[in-house]
């Protein structure tokens, strides 16, 4: 077990966070019944992977769950801002610009900070391969951190990042019948009225 759900100061509003990011999941591993929860250890609640469903976001957390690395999944709302231990890229930043975080804190540590809230209900998208703006709701949200994450674990970090992870989050994409993005552009925001969620799982 080495994957985990940061309820932070386990506030009730932090609480409801986490059992947004453990819907997301659920999403993310589209219901396959070997995803638990474990025992709660201070703040952290460690994910448990018994793997019974084949597929690209199936495989990516099961890898995790299996790592020797600790990777700490945060979810946050729209008012988080990156604290002093976040890397430069990111430190003092409000999260809306970014929508989500990964960094690596330490040799044996991860961390995924995502906005659980799609900025407050205003909704993120990313752009496709025409330049149209598409939908990039949670789910698909954590995919693309948890690929950073992955490739963190597997030291295979390219010297273009997001370019891999948006092929990886390509590959969610397709797994789930959503439309892809343009994985060679970071480009995106928040503002979309119309957006649609992945196809929800049983
Ligand atoms: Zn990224």
Redesign the pocket.
């Known amino acids: 077990m080495a994957l985990f759900i940061d309820l932070g100061n386990r506030t009730i509003g932090e609480i409801l966070i986490g059992s947004i990011v453990d819907a997301d999941l659920t999403q993310l591993m589209r219901c396959d019944p070997g995803y638990l929860l474990g025992i709660q250890i201070d703040a952290l609640v460690p994910l448990i992977y018994h793997q019974s469903f084949a597929g690209f976001s199936q495989n990516l957390v099961n890898s995790l769950v299996n790592s020797l690395k600790n990777i700490i999944i945060k979810g946050v709302d729209q008012n988080y801002i990156f604290p002093p231990s976040s890397p430069d890229n990111v430190r003092g930043m409000l999260i809306t610009a970014i929508g989500g975080a990964?960094w690596q804190e330490s040799p044996d540590l991860i961390r995924v900070v995502y906005d659980t809230t799609q900025a407050g209900g205003k909704n993120y998208y990313v752009l496709d391969n025409a330049g149209n703006k598409i939908s990039f709701p949670n789910a698909i949200m954590l995919a693309?951190?948890l690929s950073?994450a992955f490739h963190f674990v597997n030291g295979d970090t390219s010297s273009l990042?997001?370019v891999q992870?948006e092929t990886d989050e390509n590959s969610f994409r397709d797994q789930v019948g959503f439309p892809e993005r343009n994985a060679a552009t970071h480009d995106g925001g928040f503002g979309l009225p119309d957006a649609e969620d992945i196809p929800l799982c049983p």
Request: glycine share 0%.
């Open positions: 990964c693309h951190e950073h990042p997001e992870a």
